[in-house]
């Protein structure tokens, strides 16, 4: 599960990552034709860690919000998951939570 959880959040991280660093370099080109590919890699690096830790930390307050506000309960016995409702604000990333943190479940 964590493992799913993380194919997620690499790919949304990549593919922003992708468009973000794209609009960058022509931007940048537009105004230093000279400028050095180490500047376009280094902006690459540090927006693909910054995406990634930025999607996480908001899967995290998503999934407070929702365990606050009563939207997260955990099934009794004859159902050992977690239930979600489906009115739940940012329901993607609750459950993006859940598959990251499984242990964030039993607690």
Known sequence: ???????????????????????????ARQLDAALPDQALWLFSCVTC???TLWLQSDARRAFGFAREKGFVKKGGDRQPYVQI????????LVILHIELNP????A
């Open 49 to 51: 860690g910054l995406l």
């Open 85 to 92: 409702a489906d009115d739940c604000p940012k329901r993607w």
């Open 103 to 106: 242990a964030a479940v039993q």
């Open 1 to 27: 599960m964590m493992f799913r959880g993380m194919c997620k959040v690499v790919a949304i991280a990549f593919v922003t990552n992708q468009i973000l660093t794209t609009l960058f370099t022509y931007l």
